[in-house]
């Protein structure tokens, strides 16, 4: 048994990535998008955090939270956002009975600082790119680039060539 231990922080700042089970190319058809949408949604309702960056690939989504002050518990947060997305789904069951979409665990990184983040979310923002859905980040709609882009933090052409500060990332 893996003795990984989970590093929470209240108030904390976390880079994600969550994958479906096998891999399976189910999360961007569009009736997976909109029931996505609704569990996060649900989820933020009840347990509250922001979301700064966020791309939804066909087989995993990567994205950056900041938790709220005296908060420190993603793990919850994603489980339900799991078990919302999973719940109508027709999906063969594990032996623990659980619903075969999503790989039992997910990936976090506790961002250490503005630089740190800032290198995630142009990871984020290019992973599309990386993945060779798309020549520019731009042409991605199922993530939040655009919306940088009209807030100004970024040019609409950025990512047509990799960055360099992310050049050998491999965080899936």
Not at 94 to 101: F, I, L, M
Not at 110 to 126: A, F
Not at 129 to 146: C, E, I, L
């Amino acid at each position: 048994m893996s003795e990984y231990r989970r590093l929470y922080r209240q108030e904390g700042w976390y880079f994600f990535t969550v994958v479906t089970y096998n891999r399976e190319k189910i999360l961007t058809r569009p009736d997976n998008l909109k029931r996505l949408r609704l569990s996060f949604h649900s989820v933020m309702k009840k347990l509250p955090f922001k979301m700064d960056a966020v791309v939804i690939l066909p087989d995993h989504i990567h994205c950056i939270w900041r938790l709220p002050p005296d908060d420190d518990d993603f793990s919850t947060r994603w489980r339900l956002i799991k078990r919302y997305f999973s719940i109508s789904m027709n999906a063969s069951l594990t032996k623990r009975a659980e619903k075969n979409v999503w790989q039992r665990r997910f990936w976090e990184h506790l961002l250490r600082n503005g630089k740190d983040c800032q290198i995630h979310v142009d990871y984020i923002h290019y992973n599309p790119v990386k993945h060779g859905y798309v020549q520019s980040p731009y042409d991605w709609p199922y993530g939040s680039f655009r919306r940088a882009v009209k807030r100004g933090l970024y040019p609409t052409d950025w990512g047509a060539m990799e960055p360099p500060d992310i050049r050998g990332m491999n965080l899936e």
